[in-house]
């Protein structure tokens, strides 16, 4: 007798429709999984970046959106400054703060602005510096102007620019300027006071007897010398003043903005200074003196070198006239 078959129970291959529904699905499944790793991608990039990657709506004043390493760079929740834009300018350092601003605004002019540097004041109080690139990701006339931008910290850059600059421009051994970059800010000095028509001095100061120190005490008491001295001149100096070592022991010292009446008073000053250290070798105790030479700023003057030959000439006169002393010429 032949088995009868329950109705509810299909046998043989599915039926078209049914098997297309389950492949939708199973095709759903699949791009749901792709969806969440590209998603996971994106966020690891994300956090990887050392950069903010931001976006910001022009009218409203309302950031849109900033990447993980806002936090970290800012050391600020980003919860404060989607909700708060003056969250951000509130972290510029104030004297980068309207350089910042006018140069975000340049960006509706020139649709990109990639040269933007200014420094920001983190969470925990220290100075960062961004390289900040911004550029307009309007698609069509009338939409709503969005800049998107990348904010980079770049602080070590910029502390390893400071160290080369000082490399190039600092004597190594008394950490005052060497005798290039003294010359190229005195000449800038000088230009300037010739195209204002305001004063400015200029000094030599060379230490008397220097080879005999080297000769009897050695080389590195005369390095303690030089070191001594070029502290002096930065102490004594005004602040604007320029103050270089320019040979061996020689020094130099341009005053802007000031009469030779007023940088004879500083050089008397430097003078006392000077003759007040006290050196010690063994049980020998022993000082310096400095002569030096000074001139100021003519209407017949039309380079620097005329300046330094007559404060050459003005010191060497003070050593024919018995040293320690200043000359004026």
Not at 13 to 35: D, I, K, M, W, Y
Not at 39 to 63: C, G, K, P
Not at 64 to 87: H, Q, T
């Amino acid at each position: 007798m032949a088995k009868e078959r329950h109705p509810s129970i299909q046998t043989g291959p599915p039926r078209p429709e049914a098997a297309q529904t389950l492949l939708a699905l199973l095709h759903a499944q699949g791009e749901v999984a792709r969806l969440s790793e590209r998603e996971q991608l994106y966020s690891s990039l994300l956090d990887s970046v050392n950069a903010v990657l931001w976006a910001f709506d022009w009218e409203t004043r309302q950031v849109l959106y900033v990447s993980p390493a806002y936090e970290r760079i800012f050391g600020r929740p980003a919860s404060l400054v989607m909700a708060d834009y003056n969250e951000w300018r509130d972290a510029i350092h104030p004297d980068d703060l309207d350089y910042a601003e006018r140069s975000l605004a340049q960006v509706l002019l020139q649709g990109t602005v990639e040269d933007r540097e200014y420094r920001i004041i983190n969470g925990a109080g220290e100075v960062r510096w961004l390289s900040d690139k911004c550029y307009i990701n309007q698609q069509r006339e009338g939409e709503r102007v969005i800049i998107v931008g990348i904010a980079e910290d770049i602080t070590e850059k910029k502390q390893l620019e400071g160290e080369l600059q000082r490399l190039a421009t600092t004597d190594v051994l008394t950490q005052s300027s060497n005798r290039r970059h003294f010359f190229e800010c005195a000449q800038q000095a000088f230009d300037r006071a010739r195209e204002d028509g305001t004063p400015m001095a200029f000094l030599l100061l060379d230490i008397d007897d220097f080879k005999h120190i080297n000769d009897s005490y050695g080389h590195p008491e005369g390095d303690q010398v030089l070191q001594r001295i070029a502290d002096s001149g930065k102490a004594v100096l005004r602040r604007g003043d320029l103050f270089g070592r320019i040979g061996g022991e020689e020094f130099a010292a341009v005053f802007p903005g000031c009469t030779a009446q007023v940088a004879e008073q500083i050089a008397e000053r430097l003078q006392r200074e000077i003759q007040r250290l006290s050196f010690t070798y063994g049980q020998q105790t022993y000082g310096v003196t400095v002569s030096q030479g000074l001139t100021e700023l003519s209407d017949q003057d039309t380079d620097l070198d005329n300046l330094f030959g007559r404060a050459d000439a003005a010191m060497y006169q003070a050593k024919r006239q018995g040293k320690n002393q200043i000359v004026r010429g």
